[in-house]
T-cell receptor, first 113, second 115 residues
Framework: AQSVTQLDSHVSVSEGTPVLLRCNYS??????LFWYVQHPNKGLQLLLK??????LVKGINGFEAEFKKSETSFHLTKPSAHMSDAAEYFC???????????FGAGTTVTVRA | GAGVSQSPSNKVTEKGKDVELRCDPI?????LYWYRQSLGQGLEFLIY????????KSGLPSDRFSAERTGGSVSTLTIQRTQQEDSAVYLC?????????????FGEGSWLTVV
């Protein structure tokens, strides 16, 4: 079984400053890990995914995440926040040979002008 | 279009009525998921289809909920005798196969309001 904990329910940053969204996972096997973003009244869009290749994963819109097995973490970062980054972000894990996705509770990002 | 398509995008229905929500997965994707996103409840797994295998229905919350997938493509989620607690966004997703690392693509959801 696997599970995901997003450590912050809400993150507020100023435009142009770094963003850090924290995610810890629990998985019995080598997991696949994903970050999705959901803008208001929209569906889920994939930002990036980790699938046992490079531990530093680059995604769309300047986001990246680092898989740290020793810390069971997959934190999402962006060097400089933009107003358009205001949204809800979900960390998702899927175990090897497991089709079910486990979602974190989500982190709401607010960007201040 | 190239993405997962869901219809209707918005549905308001009276309590006690039946509703059908439709999902067109990406062409060639054999895996199809339904999830429910309720306010304050996060994303909840409902059902999973993979090819011609028996679906995993373990997430359906009650026997008022059912889903089918015809010809391995289009899926319909049916909610009978809707209740106010059924109000949520119903998200459909598809994936090429269930192998490790395959991306799961989500539709924009069907927003259901039961009044």
């Amino acid at each position: 079984a696997q599970s995901v904990t997003q450590l912050d329910s809400h993150v507020s940053v100023s435009e142009g400053t770094p963003v850090l969204l924290r995610c810890n996972y629990s998985s019995s096997y080598s997991p696949s890990l994903f970050w999705y973003v959901q803008h208001p009244n929209k569906g889920l869009q994939l930002l990036l995914k980790y699938t046992s290749a490079a531990t530093l994963v680059k995604g769309i819109n300047g986001f990246e995440a680092e898989f740290k097995k020793s810390e069971t973490s997959f934190h999402l970062t962006k060097p400089s926040a933009h107003m358009s980054d205001a949204a809800e972000y979900f960390c998702v894990v899927r175990g090897t040979n497991d089709y079910k996705l486990s979602f974190g509770a989500g982190t709401t990002v607010t960007v201040r002008a | 279009g190239a993405g997962v398509s869901q219809s209707p995008s918005n549905k308001v229905t009276e309590k006690g009525k039946d509703v059908e929500l439709r999902c067109d997965p990406i062409s060639g994707h054999t895996a199809l998921y339904w999830y429910r996103q309720s306010l304050g409840q996060g994303l909840e797994f409902l059902i999973y289809f993979q090819g011609n295998s028996a679906p995993d229905k373990s997430g359906l919350p009650s026997d008022r909920f059912s889903a089918e997938r015809t010809g391995g493509s289009v899926s319909t989620l049916t909610i009978q005798r809707t209740q106010q607690e059924d109000s949520a966004v119903y998200l459909c997703a598809s994936s090429p196969v269930e192998l490790v690392g395959n991306t799961i693509y989500f539709g924009e959801g069907s927003w259901l309001t039961v009044v």
